[in-house]
């Protein structure tokens, strides 16, 4: 069985925009949370910054993403008989 070698960037692009934007509002939700729970405000960040911590959410969710559809592949394959 050859193992293909996946690029999380490419992951992205092959989805649909739908997706894809469900994924970016889920970051942006994330990012709040972690401002507040560390007692910081959007505010105190600048623009730079902020869209720094949004796309390491994102790229976190997209990895989570993958590594899910990559296991269920796999189960899938050993499940059928």
Not at 13 to 41: C, D, H, M, P
Not at 51 to 80: D, P, Q, R, T
Request: proline fraction near 1%; avoid cysteine.
């Amino acid at each position: 069985m050859k193992i293909i070698n996946f690029d999380l960037e490419d992951y992205i692009q092959s989805k649909t925009l739908k997706l894809r934007q469900k994924v970016r509002n889920r970051a942006f939700k994330r990012a709040e949370n972690s401002l507040i729970r560390y007692g910081r405000l959007q505010t105190d960040l600048t623009h730079d910054e902020w869209e720094g911590l949004v796309y390491e959410e994102e790229k976190e969710i997209w990895s989570k993403y993958k590594k899910g559809s990559i296991v269920a592949i796999i189960s899938l394959a050993f499940w059928i008989p």
